[in-house]
């Protein structure tokens, strides 16, 4: 009776370390969470290989970038194919859907890849480009200028979600998901209908600040976000050095971001424009983050809220807004206090939009308005 008891209590004891033991031993953020990965903008099967050859070993995502490859369905199936049997995930960029063959490919992409093929990274900078270039474009083909900023976001989002090609893309993708990259507004890229946008590390721009509005944006509206490092010199090295670029990958980390991509163009070696630093700077993240078993992303507590529909650049403080106006004195006040809170609060805080669809209460412990007074 005695080696009965003993053999069911053994049993039990089995059972519940095979069901239950494995649930707490599971880190924070599994291999499949967490998108590490190049670009290749090339034409070459031979310069991607020698590419994916570099980084296999250190990261989990390609992504074949604007350039001859998302115009040659023979080039591009090449070097998906040795992406997939390298072990690597990739996405495919495409900025325009006009060849009949690129329609065909996204309908058979998802069988033939499976879960490897993440997604389509479809235009680049659908909202911040309009800061820089839309006075240009409305007074070349569309007409009639919008006559507030209400008018212009819904301008903004109505035509995208209605646009041929994320339209089409987004319908012919049953699993897989839609991507961009920005360097302002993410906010509205989302409610455009993407489902994750990377914020650009590169240039001047803060990324504390980066970081708190493309994960705020995320956060309001249930979807993803990631980082691409992009240049940040226009001529060569473009890129930053290893030692920046490496703290870079860990901000984008630390903060939660689930992609993180580096932005590997133009060739001016024979892998691009990533260096022997680069390269080593992503391979000690990549092992520093395999060994991460406690990982635990930083949660923004505080939240600012800017007015609904307000596409205030907020690179500068006379940014514009959409594009069309100057700034004014709101523009002046959310530069003041984001300053201020940003300074205080760093990672903690992300910033968000007034919009009634999207409530901040319960999200965050504090919140705080454009017009606050912050001391």
């Not at 209400?150 to 049953?174: C, H, I, R």
Request: one cysteine or more; aromatic letters at 18%.
């Amino acid at each position: 009776m005695k080696k009965i008891f003993l053999i069911t209590i053994l049993v039990v004891c089995l059972l519940f370390s095979f069901f239950v033991v494995p649930i707490f031993l599971i880190p924070d953020r599994r291999d499949d969470d967490l998108f590490v990965g190049v670009t290749y903008s090339g034409d070459s099967v031979f310069d991607a290989k020698i590419l994916i050859d570099r980084v296999k070993s250190y990261t989990n995502l390609l992504v074949v970038q604007s350039g001859p490859a998302s115009k040659n369905e023979t080039l591009l199936n090449e070097i998906c194919n040795y992406a997939f049997d390298a072990g690597l995930s990739f996405i495919v960029y495409f900025g325009k859907l006009d060849l009949d063959w690129q329609r065909l490919w996204l309908e058979r992409v998802e069988n033939k890849w499976g879960s490897s093929f993440l997604g389509v990274y479809f235009f680049d900078e659908p909202a911040g480009s309009l800061l820089d270039s839309i006075n240009e474009m409305w007074n070349e083909s569309l007409g009639e200028t919008p006559k507030s900023i209400e008018e212009m976001a819904n301008y903004f989002v109505d035509s995208w979600q209605s646009m041929p090609g994320l339209v089409t893309v987004k319908d012919k993708l049953t699993s897989s998901i839609t991507f961009t990259s920005d360097y302002a507004l993410y906010w509205f890229d989302y409610l455009a209908g993407y489902d994750v946008v990377l914020a650009q590390f590169g240039w001047n721009h803060s990324r504390i600040q980066d970081i708190a509005l493309v994960r705020g944006a995320a956060r309001l509206q249930e979807k993803d976000w990631g980082v691409i490092l992009t240049w940040t010199f226009n001529n060569s090295p473009y890129l930053e050095d290893g030692e920046k670029f490496y703290e870079d990958l860990v901000f984008a980390y630390d903060n939660g971001a689930k992609y993180i991509v580096v932005f590997n163009f133009p060739k001016i070696n024979k892998y691009g424009v990533l260096e022997d630093e680069h390269f080593l700077a992503l391979e000690k993240f990549w092992q520093e983050i395999q060994i991460d078993s406690d990982y635990s992303p930083l949660k923004a507590d505080y939240v600012l809220v800017l007015p609904n529909n307000y596409g205030f650049g907020m690179r500068y403080v006379e940014d514009s807004i959409w594009g069309l106006w100057k700034s004014d004195k709101k523009s002046m006040q959310i530069w003041n206090v984001s300053r201020k809170l940003l300074s205080q609060y760093a990672f903690q805080l992300d910033i968000v939009y007034e919009d009634d669809r999207f409530s901040v209460e319960n999200k965050y412990s504090r919140i705080f308005y454009w017009n606050s007074t912050v001391s």
